[in-house]
C-alpha cells in the first residue's frame, strides 16, 4: 500500500512539474513603443516595435496584420525574424486600402503563438 501512495503522489508531481514548466517555457509578445502608419491611399506603411518577454525564441516569419475596421490585412516582414527573451525587432508592412485613414486604428497582429491586438497611431 505504502508504494502505490508513494507512486500515485509521484505521479502527480511530475504532472504538476510538467505543466508549470511547459507554461513558462514560452515565448510572449508585447508592442514596444508606437505602431505607426504613414502614408496615403492606395499603400499605407506600418512600422511596428514587438519585443519577447518571454522565456523561449519568438520565430516571426509567418505573422501577418489585420485591420478589421478599414477590411485590410497585410504580411508583417521583422528584422530581424527571431527573438531571444528580451529582444525587440522591427517590423513593416504595405498595406493596400482604398480607405483613408485619419485617425488612429485597431489593428490584430497574428502568429503561430497567438494574436497580439494593437493601435496603429497616424504619423
Same mark, same amino acid.
Given at each position: 500500500?505504502? +508504494?502505490?501512495?508513494?507512486?500515485?503522489? %509521484?505521479?502527480?508531481?511530475?504532472?504538476?512539474?510538467?505543466?508549470?514548466?511547459?507554461?513558462?517555457?514560452?515565448?510572449?509578445?508585447?508592442? #514596444?513603443?508606437?505602431?505607426? +502608419?504613414?502614408?496615403?491611399?492606395?499603400?499605407? =506603411?506600418?512600422?511596428?516595435?514587438?519585443?519577447?518577454?518571454? !522565456?523561449? *525564441?519568438?520565430?516571426?516569419?509567418?505573422? /501577418?496584420?489585420?485591420?478589421?475596421?478599414?477590411? %485590410?490585412?497585410?504580411? &508583417?516582414?521583422? /528584422?530581424?525574424?527571431?527573438?531571444?527573451?528580451? @529582444? +525587440?525587432?522591427?517590423? =513593416? %508592412?504595405? &498595406?493596400? *486600402?482604398?480607405?483613408? +485613414?485619419? !485617425?488612429?486604428? =485597431?489593428?490584430?497582429? @497574428?502568429?503561430?503563438?497567438?494574436?497580439?491586438?494593437?493601435?496603429?497611431?497616424? #504619423?
Amino acid at each position: 500500500m505504502l +508504494i502505490i501512495t508513494l507512486s500515485v503522489v %509521484a505521479l502527480i508531481g511530475f504532472f504538476m512539474y510538467s505543466v508549470a514548466s511547459s507554461a513558462t517555457n514560452r515565448p510572449v509578445l508585447v508592442q #514596444a513603443g508606437d505602431a505607426l +502608419i504613414s502614408g496615403n491611399p492606395p499603400t499605407y =506603411t506600418v512600422t511596428i516595435y514587438l519585443q519577447n518577454i518571454g !522565456t523561449s *525564441t519568438v520565430d516571426l516569419t509567418e505573422i /501577418n496584420l489585420n485591420v478589421p475596421d478599414i477590411g %485590410a490585412s497585410a504580411s &508583417l516582414t521583422c /528584422n530581424p525574424p527571431t527573438l531571444k527573451s528580451g @529582444e +525587440i525587432t522591427k517590423c =513593416t %508592412a504595405s &498595406l493596400s *486600402t482604398t480607405s483613408t +485613414i485619419t !485617425t488612429a486604428k =485597431t489593428a490584430i497582429i @497574428e502568429t503561430k503563438y497567438g494574436a497580439l491586438k494593437i493601435t496603429l497611431l497616424r #504619423a
